[in-house]
């Protein structure tokens, strides 16, 4: 139906920038809702960052002023900006997207299979 597809992670040292680019495909009605999310080793997953069709953002604390989230509603695209990366940031990073989905025009959940982000010290 839909798929998303990430890019863009990689290893990089504390300080360091990484910017992770996701693209959805398919059956796409709308889109509403479009975010980041991670899981490091033992943790559970969580928010990183969210953008709503009209643009309007939410940041998890721990990444406020650092990482910064956009989107281009025409080519379907979210982009995560990542700055000042510390340690703690690394992370297997999974894109989400809340999709009207143009065949049935349920409102599904889709993921991304995740980008592994590694910050080194």
């Known amino acids: 139906q839909v798929q998303l597809v990430e890019s863009g992670g990689g290893l990089v040292q504390a300080g360091g920038s990484l910017r992770l680019s996701c693209a959805a495909s398919g059956s796409i009605f709308s889109i509403n809702t479009m975010g980041w999310y991670r899981q490091a080793p033992g943790k559970q997953r969580e928010l990183v960052a969210t953008?709503?069709?009209?643009?309007?953002?939410n940041y998890a604390d721990s990444v406020k002023g650092r990482f910064f989230i956009s989107r281009d509603n025409v080519k379907n695209t979210v982009s995560l900006q990542m700055n000042s990366l510390k340690p703690e940031d690394t992370a297997v990073y999974y894109c989400?997207?809340?999709?009207?989905?143009?065949?049935?025009?349920?409102?599904?959940?889709?993921w991304g299979q995740g980008t592994q982000v590694t910050v080194s010290s």
């Open positions: 989400n997207a809340d999709v009207r989905v143009a065949t049935t025009l349920r409102i599904l959940d889709f």
């Open positions: 953008i709503t069709s009209s643009g309007r953002t």
